[in-house]
């Protein structure tokens, strides 16, 4: 059994936001992060790997750097780090990005027993597409908002956390699962694992090594070919602080009413 | 000549920074008020490879360097001393004789789970009557004519005494020889005649247990015997040697963690209408305690460096904690008058960090200690 999962470096939203002039991050200048989710499907992974023994590839698409990131997740006790990475790939919006990442995992092997995991959504681009659309490529069943995962054998039972309740479903292996914060607390690295790490091969796979696979239509991947354009992107104004309204007498309730009625909530 | 961290290096600080924000700040005011050992912390310090650092990997340590345990020293103790004090015990004093001095069978049945994270270790040198001077030990060792050991005796202020699970202690072996006849011994905390006896309640590091070892006829196989008989006290005195290296990074963390708060309290603090940072006088003090925290770093990395590379460490680590330690006591102090009032209560850490900071100047060796190490080095080659 193998869980293979995407996983993306993203800017450290904490610190300063830096745009480029086409609208585009400034990823060069930011500190960078392991996507928080993402950080949740290792766990989730690992976990599953602690269990059952599963074999865990953690595999993102980037520019070399990000192979730094993937050594962090060996050092948490992933076994394989896969770089997807290619200047052909450079600027991919949702729909390509999936195409990559989608005949990547077909290139690494995707069999019958495992499990593709991915965050729920990044903190970047905060769209929570490319997870789902990797399981539409690759025509395998999906759960998003994974809240808690059980396996039996290759029976995938997903809590699945809505904003209104919860829902779960079964589904067999191999599917992908999408994973919310509330999954679990990602480990640490381990000292010994940082070692071991830096001892093991990053694989990348290039252009050349999966341009050729017709899950990719090579007409709409990359900055050109990508169908999102991002006419203007800026750092928005904080929000004010709201209004607080204390008490249970009348009055409030009053005064609470009036202010629904004046926005037309009520 | 590379100043920089090597990669590995740098990922050891990362997730040492990210332990000690997540695992240790949130609890280190209340160890420190409610003298309670960080059971908790210590478990996951075992878990990730944080006990076991400078260890190779064939006898069951996470494979890294002095450098690497250096910084995580350093980095729990920018928010808890208690932290620091039980990694630097446990790594160097508990486990590294044992590394060093150990036969294959005794480095699999103790060095192994020390440095794996299963058990902790700690070390009893010290007695009532040989602190500075610890060749005055009273303990004594005799061996008996089953080739065992017959113990007896106590030794006092030992850190992690009552939670260590071995012991690397000594005992004269030969009284008439002064420190020539001084041997090591490893003790399990379950053998018959060991006992812990005061637990001590300290000024500073108060989360870490301090307390007394007592032997009453205590006897251990013959096995037990650690390095050669009579040949102890140079066991003891190299176990401190890089014991400093420890204690230095202790320092230094706790100056580093004082300095961070005195820079982030004097850019919200108001007075005569500006924040602190404008003020002159007290921009320059801020100046030479980075410069002091600094050099402090300097040392510490050179004598693990030193440590890690094989060449001699002896004065290098000496240096680093005598000078770690006195910058530490030096910026707590001023870091608790650069938060006035609020320096001195305890809702804020200013106060406990320099309560942790005065123990770096007396454990494994005073700074008096360290002059005369130092100045024995400088004249041992001439």
Sequence with gaps: ?266 | MDFRLTKQQAMVQKLCREFAINEVEPIAAEIDEQERYPEETVQKLMKYGLMGIQFPKEVGGSGGDYICYSIAIEEASRFCGTTGCIISSHATLGAWPIYAYGTPEQKEKFLRPLVSGQKLGAFGLTEPNAGTDSACQQTTAERQADGTWLINGSKVFITGGGRADTYVIFAMTNKAAGNKGISAFIVDKNDPGFKIGKIEHKMGIRGSQTSELIFEDMVLPADRLLGQENKGFKIAMQTLDGGRIGIASQALGIAQGALDKAVQYMQERVQFGRTLDKFQGLQWMVADMEVKIDAARLLIRRAAFNHDVGLPFTKEAAMAKLYASEVAMEVTTKCVQLHGGYGYIREYPMERMMRDAKITEIYEGTSQVQRMVIAGQIFKKK
């Excluded at chain 1, 293979?4 to 585009?24: H, R």
């Excluded at chain 1, 953690?58 to 006790?77: D, N, Q, S, Y």
């Excluded at chain 1, 904003?163 to 640490?188: S, V, W």
């Excluded at chain 1, 169908?227 to 008490?247: D, H, Y």
């Design chain 1, 1 to 266: 059994m193998k869980v293979i999962v995407c996983v993306k470096q993203v800017p450290d939203t904490s610190g300063k936001v830096a745009v480029n002039p086409n609208g585009t991050l400034d990823r060069a200048s930011m500190a960078t992060i392991i996507n928080p989710d993402d950080k949740n499907a290792v766990e989730a992974a690992l976990t599953l790997k602690d269990n059952f023994g599963a074999k865990v590839v953690v595999i993102t698409m980037g520019p070399p750097p990000a192979a730094e990131m993937l050594r962090e997740l060996l050092a948490m006790g992933a076994d394989e780090g896969v770089l997807v990475s290619a200047r052909e790939f450079g600027g991919s919006d949702t729909f390509a990005t999936s195409q990559i990442l989608a005949a990547a995992i077909k290139k690494i092997g995707l069999e019958k027993d495992d499990i593709v995991m991915c965050g729920r959504q990044a903190i970047d681009g905060d769209t929570a597409q490319v997870g789902s659309q990797i399981a539409e490529k690759l025509d395998i069943p999906q759960i998003s908002y994974a809240a808690d995962i059980q396996l039996d054998g290759s029976k995938v039972t997903v809590k699945r956390m809505l904003e209104d309740g919860h829902m779960t479903i079964e589904t067999q292996t191999p599917c992908l699962l999408t994973c919310i914060k509330e999954l679990n607390e990602p480990r640490y690295m381990s000292v010994g694992g940082i070692f071991w790490a830096f001892e093991q091969e990053i694989t990348v796979l290039d252009y050349e090594a999966l341009k050729d696979d017709p899950l990719i239509d090579l007409d709409t991947i990359g900055l050109k070919g990508s169908p999102t354009n991002i006419f203007k992107s800026f750092t928005p104004p904080q929000k004010g602080k709201g209004v607080m309204l204390e008490g249970a007498d009348k009055a409030t309730c009053d005064t609470l009413a009036a202010a629904l009625l004046k926005k037309h909530i009520i």
